[in-house]
């Protein structure tokens, strides 16, 4: 792993959140919010989820302070979600710049349950809070699905296809 793998996976995630907000943007409020299943219930309340344990990941490896696990009614519209995502989008990228491969080795103690203390290194902590918004994303699309919008094909393989025929 290195720093550029990073930085390409967090890229990749970016295009497909981006993705999901078109998509997003054809809900109505009340959908936006809906208790339909999965995870944590509605579409806003799974993108917050991953916002704040990415945020939270990024927090634990030295990056920005994101305080509190972010509470889903502080988000109470699309807007809100963007604005936020932009937000971390943004930090994420000056953190990643400042990064190099021998950072990527460096044990990170962290705690799941306030009870065992954990370690893991810093390329794996990262790449673990990019990975984890894969797996929610995908809960994402079959929310959407669920109230009749098509999410559309948000796979890295149609990200690097559309990033490499770029001229």
């Known amino acids: 792993?290195?720093?550029?793998?990073?930085?390409?996976?967090?890229?990749?995630?970016?295009?497909?959140?981006?993705?999901?907000?078109?998509?997003?943007?054809q809900l109505t409020s009340e959908q936006l919010i809906q208790n339909i299943g999965g995870s944590y219930?509605?579409?806003?309340n799974t993108m917050v989820h991953i916002l704040s344990a990415e945020s939270g990941w990024f927090e634990r490896c030295g990056g920005p302070k994101r305080g509190p696990?972010?509470?889903?009614?502080?988000?109470?519209?699309?807007?809100?979600i963007?604005?936020?995502?932009?937000?971390?989008e943004m930090d994420e990228k000056r953190f990643l710049s400042q990064l190099n491969n021998q950072h990527l080795v460096q044990n990170?103690?962290?705690s799941l349950t306030h009870t065992e203390t954990y370690s893991l290194r810093l390329g794996e902590l990262l790449q673990h809070a990019a990975i984890h918004g894969v797996h929610h994303r995908g809960q994402i699309a079959l929310l959407l699905r669920l109230l009749n919008y098509i999410p559309g094909n948000f796979d890295v393989l149609v990200y690097y296809l559309e990033r490499n025929s770029v001229p």
Do not use: C, H
């Not at 793998?5 to 497909?16: D, P, R």
């Not at 219930?41 to 806003?44: D, F, T, V």
């Not at 696990?69 to 809100?80: A, E, G, K, R, Y």
């Open 69 to 80: 696990q972010l509470n889903p009614n502080d988000f109470p519209t699309l807007d809100s």
């Open 108 to 110: 990170i103690e962290f």
């Open 82 to 88: 963007i604005q936020a995502w932009t937000t971390l």
């Open 1 to 25: 792993m290195t720093v550029e793998s990073l930085k390409t996976l967090f890229e990749y995630n970016y295009w497909a959140n981006r993705k999901l907000f078109e998509v997003m943007a």
């Open 41 to 44: 219930g509605s579409i806003r």
